[in-house]
């Protein structure tokens, strides 16, 4: 019978604790920051919009995976923080070549610059916790 | 808004962050001088929270009313998690947890100015 591998350590205890403030402060921001946009005006940027959507759902989802554990909330934040970290990228690159598209501004605009940059450091302290978290 | 209320906001915010940096930098848990200064912090957050609705409720001008009262919202909140979580990870991670905290609320105070001048959301 397979062992049951569980993650070494709990996910929301220590670093993984500073982890789910920042994580949960961020779902909070982007959660706020597109409820403004779409209630105000939604044609004025779709995709910056839906973007800021999209990252409020990511930072929910990452949230709640590192309070909840297990290895399921391991492997699914992994997933969330993964693709934090690709759209943090593109969208903080598309923002400075193309700034046609983003007539408004989202979470991962300038890479976070309106957030201190933390919205890029995020997801980069994330995989590394999962990394020292990691079940294998 | 009273302009004093950012201005001891983001004093008393400041002092906190360079003391949780220097006892971060110590590699020391949070220290009670912190959590006082938490407190401190958090008084100020009440005032601003009430002095922030009164004002909001007698100016004319067409401001931004909810986000602005969200933010107020938020930075009454933002000390308190903190806190239990610091005091719930009694290590530099808690010393960590306080300075992301009173960061946030500094970058609020920031905010907070520019919504009351009509800069947006």
């Known amino acids: 019978m397979p062992e049951r591998r569980q993650p070494s350590q709990a996910l929301s205890q220590g670093w993984g604790r500073a982890l789910v403030f920042a994580y949960g402060l961020f779902a909070v921001a982007a959660t706020g920051r597109s409820a403004v946009q779409l209630g105000m005006d939604p044609d004025k940027a779709p995709l910056a919009y839906s973007l800021s959507l999209v990252a409020a759902v990511l930072y929910l989802v990452a949230t709640t995976c590192l309070l909840l554990g297990g290895n399921t909330g391991w492997r699914v934040a992994g997933i969330a923080v993964t693709i934090e970290l690709l759209g943090v990228l593109s969208v903080g690159t598309l923002s400075y070549v193309a700034t046609d598209l983003f007539p408004d501004k989202t979470v991962w605009s300038h890479f976070g610059q309106g957030y201190g940059f933390l919205p890029l450091v995020l997801p980069l302290a994330g995989l590394a916790w999962l990394r020292h978290t990691s079940p294998a | ?121």
């Open chain 2, 1 to 121: 808004m009273n302009p004093w209320l950012y201005g001891v906001a983001l004093v008393v915010a400041g002092v906190l962050a360079v003391l949780l940096v220097v006892d971060l930098v110590r590699d020391r848990a949070a220290q009670d001088s912190h959590f006082v200064g938490l407190a401190v912090l958090e008084v100020v957050m009440l005032v601003q929270l009430v002095g922030g609705v009164v004002a909001l409720a007698r100016t004319e001008r067409d401001l931004e009313g909810a986000v602005f009262v969200s933010y107020l919202v938020t930075n009454l909140l933002v000390p308190i998690v903190a806190a239990f979580l610091a005091l719930a990870e009694r290590s530099r991670v808690g010393t960590t947890i306080l300075l992301l905290g009173v960061a946030t609320v500094a970058g609020l105070e920031v905010r907070l100015w520019d919504v009351w001048g009509g800069r947006g959301a």
